[in-house]
């Protein structure tokens, strides 16, 4: 950027910066489930970017706590909290398309409605589509560890983007935050102890047992008998 005081300065100047993203798209195949799964689905759960800001009674014809989930990979949790939850309004967001396809379907085979997907850049969707306020809970599991000291600064879990949710939780809404990976469940602490208006709501001040309603996965299963270690961190929004 050298020259430049930000990005918005360089643009002006017609230069391109390019963004750190917090995913690389893969170009994974859609089977034909997912193709159908989308075709079918996307005109009642699909949600745009590109429409701007959401209105969420019209979008789910009721007004109920809406919960966000960032980096839903297949779906299967969140659609399995969506229907565990009736009472609440769910709404994910996940860059890859089979992911997309594979939630959509299994959404449909389970007759959940309380759902809706955006397939896009969780970062741009906050900014762009989520009205200040709105939120009462903020999902985010397992998201992509970049274990390479170098790639750090590509962890989702960043001052700026913290900031970012907390203006959209509703005061006493709850950023809820669970890794497999120690390292980033630390560097989750670090961000959030010093990220103002949250309330850590473990009694340790560090981490919570996993709470009823995030499911345990089969991934989670297989890592629990290896001995493998999960993370699960709850703040809640206070100012
Ligand atoms: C390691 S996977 C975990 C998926 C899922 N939460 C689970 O527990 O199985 C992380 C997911 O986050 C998605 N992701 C990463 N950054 C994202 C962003 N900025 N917006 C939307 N999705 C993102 C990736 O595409 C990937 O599917």
């Known amino acids: 950027m050298s020259q430049f005081k930000s990005k918005e300065e360089a643009a002006e100047s017609g230069v391109y910066i390019r963004k750190i ?12 489930g997912q193709e159908k799964a989308i075709e079918s689905n996307w005109e009642t759960m699909g949600l745009e970017h590109k429409s701007g800001l959401l209105d969420m009674n019209e979008v789910f014809g009721r007004t109920a706590p809406v919960v966000l989930e960032i980096g839903f990979g297949m779906g299967k949790s969140l659609v399995t909290m969506a229907k565990n939850e009736p009472d609440k309004d769910f709404i994910g967001i996940e860059v890859h398309r089979p992911g997309i396809g ?19 850049d969780a970062v741009e969707v906050l900014a762009d589509c989520i009205a200040d306020g709105s939120l009462s809970r903020m999902q985010l599991f397992f998201p992509d560890p970049w274990h390479k000291k170098r ?40 961000i959030m102890a010093v990220a103002p208006g949250y ?41």
């Open 21 to 32: 993203q917090s995913f690389v798209k893969r170009e994974g195949r859609l089977t034909k």
């Open 102 to 120: 594979a939630c959509l379907a299994d959404a449909q085979e389970q007759g959940v409605t309380n759902l809706r997907v955006y397939e896009h």
């Open 151 to 190: 790639h750090h600064k590509r962890r989702i879990v960043q001052p700026e983007f913290v900031e970012k949710l907390r203006s959209k939780l509703a005061i006493g809404g709850v950023f809820h935050m669970a890794t497999d990976w120690e390292n980033y469940a630390e560097h989750m602490l670090e």
């Open 199 to 239: 309330k850590n709501l473990s009694s340790t001040s560090d981490y919570v047992p996993r709470p009823e309603q995030r499911p345990l996965t089969k991934f989670e299963q297989r890592g629990h008998r290896l001995g493998h270690g999960v993370w699960d961190l709850m703040f809640e929004r206070v100012a």
